[in-house]
């Protein structure tokens, strides 16, 4: 038994249809993929950045949050090495105060640079966003309906990160990516972490989302190294595409994942 979606996936299975289907169809084919670079020194994120780039990805969320001085340096670096058409997103993890985002924001005023979750509170990243002209992305703060209508209703975001399991699964998932269309805010569709079942969770709600409201999505399962489904998405040029079987259309690799911690 695995843990994933688990009605909408008994759902799938049991009508024969995609998860995509039963999530309102079909609506963009290509899913385009973002990948993290970790935080190390700024002029080897950007050579990372400079590889990844060489597998295929065109979105990268730089891996920031440090002290102010070094990530603008990563963020002027990394922007250094894209190609035009090229995405980029300095994710702080909420590891900025709010002088400190002050000073990142406005060093990098004039690059092509989204800024996510500076701050850990609402109210900090709020007072960050009036700061600056930058597109702002919010993740950490966004884990609910309510966190999600908030701040619709203060413009607080231009992009959200909608993590599945975070909040709730994919009902809960669907609810707040339809709201998120109807209001005018694309999403980054991804997990908190995962491998090929989560990989397929997220193709599956990405490939019903209009590729305009996809701001990117995430191939969890080429950053492990253990194969623990078959049939799972497998990233193709920085894009990858949901199964068509019935439900998730990834069958557990029993033996990789160990004995069960639980038999029911
Ligand atoms: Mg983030």
Redesign the pocket.
Known sequence: MFLVGPCSTILGKATGLPIYQLLGGKAQDDIKLYRAISQIEPSAMAANLASYRAEGYTKF?LKVGADADSDIARIRLCAAALKPGDVLVA?A?TGWTMHEAARVVNAVRDVDVYI??PCPTYEECLVTRRRTALPF?L??NIGSVHDLTRGIADGAMDVI?LKISKVGGLTKARLMRDLCIEAGVPMTIEDTWGGDIVTATIAHLAQSTPADFCFSATDFNSYGTKDIASGAPKRVNGTMRASDGPGLGVEPIMAALGTPVLVI
């Open positions: 969320q994710d993890n996510e979750q992305v993740d950490e990160n």
